[in-house]
């Protein structure tokens, strides 16, 4: 009876282990996602050492998809900052690694892909006379691929109106087709439940933003 | 649950709370002990950790103690782990090394120009390649305003360091060919047969080439062609002189494509229009196509057939400089096919095996008729065809450390007639080479090999050696030094009636210095050439020619200075004599100038989304054979200087779903007169200049697209 009693204990709280754990996780994700959407993050400085963060909290839960993604996020922000361009391939195959590592955890994910493509567009910016079409190319394909795993996604209409916007005329931009996506990217917002409050959930304060810059 | 087994709960769970934290200081710095910031420390399988401030310090808290693993992360840096007492608290120092990836790695650089999207650090971008206003899309064309290279415009071919066009041989994919140029009328040069978007990589080699070449004096011209494509697409082409289309298809798996693509040219509307100082009299027509396929047969494995037809008519008549008054004719016929097949694969332990196979066939057959004055028209019919294949092992050793050796056999056959008269020979040759990429370091390699070649028509066997050393200083400068024995077959033409002949042999010794950042790139370059057992027509056919080449080149770009400017200039010295075919001595050829100069300069005007294009091309007068002066006085008179100024706008817009491009690009848009030398008539009384055909050439055309978006590559192909 004892010893029925220990052992009911000790499953009993390696279960509560496991948990805690998950509130430990879970308390430093909710810490680190919430300010996703503040512009006070998007600093050079802010994203390497969130980038950062997110690293070490992936590679100590080493089961767990968000963390992976969201450094990748970090780090392909960072990119798009850098001034030395020289730095950003060995950035962004850090990022690349790291996306891996989540798609391996977490195949077919939408929000993966989203930022396989914002690593291809952050890449084509260090030579777009000559990376143009290979990025460009490689950028659309991850946010068809995006629309195909999940079409629910506001993240994709909201980088493809990203890219209308940014895209000069000549090269296919198109400042109306930039606001269709983005009006689209809202009302997906809009209908969009993350399926916890650290799942991705970033984006809609940028897309009204870019929708401003659209609109005028 | 009862209050002990709370506690006992509380123990088992929270085993770390009852402990009081540690705090962890120190510092990182790379090997040179400069601090790094912004890397990323942390426990191992916990979430303590911080990033480096700017000094390199860090300091963080942790619920760890004792013995813990630390490790150190950081872009560009190889990631490093130590054990360490955090309750300790020492400050913990940890270096870095280097990642040592490919912008920090050397490679063997003297003397050749590539341009490639594989490596980082190389002069021009495939797309540079093809970005000259004025080169028409014509990859030697472009190249011309590389230094080393002639502007040696009334014969085809790449005229490198006092080498003539002959010494330049072109490789696709590995593969040798044999006419890569478009038959030319006297005077006209034919244009480059191939594309430059069918090619992801080209070297432009002056020197100093590896001994996986062979048969070429002067340079390399190694064109690499592209794999699979991303999509689908198709497109069609409209312009003053013709028309093409094309489909390039890409299979559902992504591990196959194929494509065919077509086109009719007609200068004949044109030349309507346009009177060129020669009156056509039968074409210029030329329809080609061409098809590919692609396969990745397996995650290293890839497959690739490329198949080229083309068929051109073309026709001059001429006053004749002869017999004055009268017409000189001249027709061409000619049909050339080109087919490669290569296959690569990974064979494990490190190999790898490359194997091609190339087929070729071209035939001229031209009509010469001095009328009335000759007994009877001319026929001569020119037919080579030249099976090919290669074989190539390599071997990585360490990091970047390679191993290369293979062999290679061409089968040719050469036919020609001058009316009902023949001389025909056929040659086997093969050869084997040997090859070394030796990294002493990351900043140090050296390259050594050899390669030995036995052609039946000459009986002969020889052996090359070739020897290169790159050491890099930093991330951006690296100085080269190369040396290489060359050996080739002398001309179709001499072999047909004399088998006695030897190999023509140069030996080459560069030296080169080159930076490149992401924004500039500077390159110069010094080199001295030997000529020996060059061609002589006189008195009879031998091999007792010679000469040498020795020169100074610069090389310039800038792509940052001036917003939404690329240009580069270049800059070739070439101090040239040789004593070959009927010359009576040593002399400066008539093919080699002393200075030649380019400016390449490239605008985007992005508010009328127009892109401008210009290129200046200088060059010094050429010697020339003046029959009236004597024998002393040998070349000894040059032709006036060479100017030339090519423009390009186009205009990019969308018509319906397709990205459309307008294009207008003027070669010699100032009119320059260009003269390359004169023909004298046998009696020495009178002369021709030898100038361009149409001295200033207006292309108007149009591009659509469908499916990728291609118009950056018809803007770059101006």
Redesign the interface.
Do not use: E, M, V
């Given at each position: 009876m004892k010893r029925l009693f220990l052992a009911f204990l000790f499953t009993g709280s390696m279960a509560t282990a496991a948990m805690a754990q998950s509130a430990q996780y879970m308390d430093a994700m909710t810490k680190q996602t919430a300010d996703l959407d503040s512009s006070s993050t998007f600093t050079p400085d802010h994203l390497l050492e969130k980038g950062n963060t997110f690293e070490r909290i992936a590679n100590a839960e080493q089961s767990q998809w968000l963390p992976y993604y969201y450094a990748a996020y970090m780090q392909v922000m960072q990119g798009f900052m850098l001034k030395d361009k020289s730095q950003l391939d060995p950035l962004m195959d850090r990022a690349e690694v790291n996306l891996d590592k989540a798609e391996s955890l977490s195949p077919k994910n939408s929000e993966i892909a989203c930022i396989r493509s914002l690593v291809a567009t952050a890449r084509l910016t260090v030579d777009p006379m000559t990376r143009g079409q290979m990025y460009g190319a490689e950028a659309a394909k991850q946010l068809q691929q995006a629309k195909e795993y999940n079409p629910e996604n506001p993240r994709i209409y909201m980088l493809q109106g990203q890219s209308l916007l940014f895209t000069p005329e000549q090269w296919g931009g198109s400042k109306s087709g930039a606001k269709t996506a983005l009006e689209l990217a809202l009302t997906k917002f809009a209908a969009f439940k993350p399926e916890s409050n650290i799942a991705p959930h970033w984006g809609e304060p940028y897309t009204r933003m870019l929708l401003a810059k659209a609109s005028n | 649950m009862s209050k002990f087994?709370l506690y006992?709960?509380l123990l088992?769970?929270?085993p770390l709370v009852s402990l009081a934290q540690n705090k962890v200081t120190g510092k990182v710095t790379d090997s040179k002990k400069h601090p790094l910031a912004?890397v990323?420390i942390?426990i191992?399988?916990?979430?303590?950790?911080?990033?480096t401030a700017t000094d390199g310090t860090f300091s963080f808290t942790t619920s760890a103690s004792g013995d813990q693993i630390i490790?150190a992360?950081f872009?560009?840096y190889q990631p490093m782990e130590l054990k360490a007492n955090v309750s300790a608290s020492e400050p913990i120092n940890i270096i870095l090394k280097n990642?040592i990836?490919a912008?920090r790695v050397v490679t063997i650089s003297a003397g050749s120009f590539e341009a490639s999207?594989d490596k980082?650090g190389t002069v021009l971008?495939?797309?540079?390649i093809v970005t000259t206003a004025g080169a028409g899309a014509d990859i030697v064309n472009a190249i011309k305003t590389l230094p080393g290279a002639q502007q040696t415009n009334d014969r085809e071919g790449l005229f490198v360091r006092g080498g003539t066009g002959y010494e330049t041989q072109t490789l696709i994919d590995g593969m040798l060919v044999r006419n890569p140029f478009s038959t030319s009328l006297p005077d006209i040069p034919g244009r480059g047969r191939f594309s430059p978007f069918l090619f992801k990589g080209t070297t432009f080699s002056s020197g100093g080439y590896s001994a996986q070449y062979g048969q070429a004096l002067s340079s390399a011209l190694i064109l690499e062609s592209t794999d699979l494509p991303?999509?689908s697409s198709s497109s069609l082409g409209l312009s003053v002189i013709g028309v093409n289309g094309g489909v390039d298809k890409l299979t559902k798996d992504k591990k196959t494509s194929y494509g065919v693509e077509a086109d009719y040219t007609n200068l004949a509307p044109y030349f309507n229009v346009v009177k060129p100082k020669q009156t056509p009299s039968l074409g210029p027509e030329i329809i080609g196509t061409s098809a590919n396929f692609r396969r990745k047969t397996s995650s290293t494995g890839m497959l690739k057939f490329y198949g080229y037809g083309n068929w051109t008519k073309m026709g001059f008549n001429s006053n004749s400089l002869e017999y004055p008054g009268y017409m000189e004719s001249f027709k061409v016929h000619n049909n050339n096919v080109y087919t490669n097949l290569t296959y690569r694969e990974s064979i494990g332990h490190d190999w790898h095996l490359y194997a091609g196979a190339s087929f070729s066939i071209n035939t001229d057959n031209i009509h010469t008729d001095t009328l009335l004055k000759n007994p009877a028209p001319t026929l001569i019919k020119v037919r080579s065809t030249l099976s090919q294949s290669k074989l190539m092992l390599y071997k990585n050793l360490g990091s970047f450390s390679v191993v290369r050796f293979g062999g290679e056999y061409q089968y040719a056959i050469e036919n020609s007639s001058f009316n009902e008269k023949t001389a025909n020979y056929v040659d086997n040759y093969t050869a084997a080479f040997a090859e070394g990429d030796i990294y002493i370091t990351p900043s140090l390699v050296g390259r050594l090999g050899g390669r030995a070649e036995y052609s039946s028509i000459l009986a002969k066997m020889n052996f090359a050696p070739r020897v290169s050393l790159a050491y890099k200083f930093d991330n951006y400068s690296q100085f080269s030094l190369a040396y290489g024995d060359y050996y080739q077959k002398p001309e179709p033409q001499y072999l047909r009636f004399n088998n006695y002949l030897g190999y023509m042999k140069a030996t080459h010794y560069i030296a080169s210095f080159q930076r490149i950042s992401?924004s500039y790139t500077f390159r110069t370059e010094v080199f001295y050439k030997k000529y020996k057992d060059l061609v002589k027509t006189v008195p009879s056919y031998n091999n007792n020619g010679d000469g040498y080449a020795k020169g100074i080149e610069v090389f310039w770009r800038d792509r940052k200075t001036f917003k939404n400017v690329?240009y580069w200039i270049s800059y070739s010295y070439l101090d040239t004599k040789r004593d070959y075919l009927n010359y009576p001595f040593r002399v400066q050829p008539d093919f080699a100038a002393n200075h030649t100069a380019s400016i390449v300069y490239k605008h985007y005007l992005?508010k009328i989304?127009t892109n401008l294009g210009l290129t200046y091309t200088f060059a010094t007068g050429r010697p020339y054979y003046d029959p009236n002066l004597p024998v002393d006085k040998f070349m000894s008179e040059k032709t006036m200087t060479y100017n030339a100024v090519g423009v390009s706008a186009s205009y990019?817009?969308?018509i319906r779903k397709a990205?459309t491009i307008f294009v207008l690009s003027v070669s010699n848009a100032l009119g320059n007169k260009q003269v390359f030398g004169y023909h004298y008539s046998t009696d020495g009384l009178r002369r021709n200049e030898i100038t361009p055909n149409v001295p200033r050439f207006i292309y108007l055309g149009m591009f659509m697209n469908f499916g990728?978006?291609?118009?950056?590559?018809v803007l770059?192909n101006l």
């Open positions: - | 087994n006992l709960y088992i769970c929270f912004g990323n942390a191992r399988g916990t979430y303590d950790g911080a990033t490790s992360s872009t560009g990642n990836n912008l999207d980082k971008k495939p797309l540079d991303t999509r992401n690329d992005s989304s990019l817009t969308n990205f990728i978006d291609r118009r950056q590559d770059n």
